[in-house]
């Protein structure tokens, strides 16, 4: 059991200092890879009927979706792509609600879907990005 504690202390500081060092456009991808990664655990969770540990990976990706990726969006700047990736974000938020109220499968798969979208289009800009 100490050596876990000590595995997830140093994953911990991994991910901090990942963080720590990222630029802005590489902390958008962590946050879609974590939000990817929080569906699959609730995916996992319902599959095994893990009700408890399915709402925790759910609310994590809920999370990720509106205090992470919905609010770095810039609407001064942004104009029609931000509102509309807005609405998306808000979309998914609801596709992940279902899921965990009615055990929807598909609706874990839709948001998952769409946030591999929205997250294979962000890393193609990349090299735009930081290249700039």
Known sequence: ???MRGAQAYA???VESGVMSASPHQLIVMLFDGAQASIRAAKMHMEDGNISAKGQAIS???NIVNNGLAAALDH???GELSERLGSLYDYI???L???NLRNDQAA???AARLLEDIGSAWREIAPQVDGS
């Open 93 to 95: 938020a609801r596709l």
């Open 12 to 14: 911990r500081v991994g």
């Open 60 to 62: 994590k990706a809920l």
């Open 1 to 3: 059991m100490n050596m």
């Open 76 to 78: 001064e700047r942004g």
């Open 97 to 99: 609600l279902r899921a």
């Open 108 to 110: 874990l798969d839709e």
